[in-house]
């Protein structure tokens, strides 16, 4: 099965896109066991048992393949948050937020949605890949700034959703504080920056929730 390119995009088959995922698994694994700095192309090849030639044949250097891991593993999070609001992008326009079927799920069930992945470590390590990759590369932080975008209009359209009579700027501010609050705790919970604890994580909670409803 052949794969064409038009404009130096590769046209995947299935079993070019099955290769693609396994590729991007591979580098997943090297950032996260190795860091950034370590995470060649040739270390990244060896971790997929395949020449750097066939790597570089679905990212021919190395910022696009770490650019596309980051976008899948934001997009992983995306995901599991619009399965857990009910509310999802209009593919039509990434800017509207649409309300899909379904019963919505509860502020106290969306944060604990959105604190359980802070519990595999190998996604926090990644996360701290991403915020340091970030601060020293555009491109990167261009990824970064559309991701916490999407995230931030998620918990906005859930705030508005359950709060109608809150004004706009007040529903952003909300969903704003949120986003600020539960990813600075991933440093404190995960061991990196602080020491988790059950009270951590009670008051944590409580005010998650608060900025969602009350």
Known sequence: MSEERDGG??????QGSLRRTSLLDAAESVLVAKGNADASLRAIAGEA????GHLQ?????RADLIKAVLERALDRSLERLAETTGLRLDPADPSVIEV???SRADAAEVVAVVL???EDPQLVRLYVEVW???ARDEEIAAVVREFYRKY????EAFVQQ???EWSADLCRARAETFVALVEGAALMRSGIAGSRSGALDEQLARQAVGLLRD
Do not use: S
């Open 49 to 52: 048992g395949v020449r750097v």
């Open 100 to 102: 899909t079927e379904g």
């Open 9 to 14: 995009k590769p046209h995947l088959t299935r």
């Open 57 to 61: 044949h679905y990212f021919p250097t």
């Open 132 to 134: 340091a990759l970030a």
């Open 162 to 164: 359950g709060r109608p």
């Open 116 to 118: 359980a992945e802070q």
């Open 152 to 155: 931030v209009a998620y918990v």
